[in-house]
């Protein structure tokens, strides 16, 4: 089945597919908006100092992984921001099933951002993860599932805070055909605790629909974004919508917005969207 991924790093909303196996559900953008830095001028500092509020959220089911069986994606992704935009492309997400309970995957965006006339590019940020299922909701009676997935964040050059950083979610899944009900909580080191929910709804065409909502909370003091008005806080609402081509492929298309305001980093626009491919090897389990 399908992991889905919602990473909010520093001021932003990140939006992944990552499948073993892509299915119609295999929706959502892959990348994230880099977010714009608060600023405050300080009399006797010769610079003005620059701060982000860290958030950061992470949105996965439990299904297990198929072992032996890879798959890769490229997506593009926009993203319209208070006096700026960013748009990442191409998108690559990686994966591959160990067994039946241990898959791991990878996300590399490349973005190019525009602030106040000023644009910057290169690579963005990216996240290395692995993913145990201790329950599959496939085998057991009550279709309920639980998973653990240790992330790696590579943060792009520049990154205040240094740029290796990791988050420990944790995430249940419940199965209730035509839907299934998901959500992930835990921590990210660079001072963040979220938690998301979401929401898939298969349709008899194969289409599938899934609304997700996720929530991050900055845990570290920041004095500049406090004196700025920037609040701990972060929502995000997301609506995507998959689609299979054959049996060994997905495309998928997604839009959202912060629920935050403008003024405190939030997005007023998120749109994503891509294919993602499924590659069994020889030795996978049919």
Known sequence: MVSRRILNATAATFIVAAVVV??????????????????????????????FRQFGSWLDDASAATPGEARTGFGIGYWRMEGGSQVDAPMVDLGYGLTNRIQVSASVPFYRTTFAGTTSRGLDDMY????????????NDQQFGLAVSPVLEVLSSGAPDGRLHFAVPVSFELRRQPYRVYGSAGYFTRGSIFTGAAIEWGLPSGMVVTGALTQSYSTKDDPVSDALGVGRQRMDVNAGLGYPLGTMAVSYVSIGRSLTSLAEGGTSLSVAGGVAFRFASASATP
Do not use: C, N, W
């Not at 990348?31 to 009399?43: A, F």
């Not at 290395?128 to 085998?139: F, M």
């Open 22 to 51: 892509p299915t119609p559900a295999a929706a959502q953008g892959k990348g994230r908006p880099k977010g714009r830095p608060t600023t405050q001028q300080d009399p006797a500092a010769p610079s003005p100092t620059i701060s």
């Open 128 to 139: 290395l993860s692995g993913k145990y299922t201790a329950i599959d909701p496939a085998s």
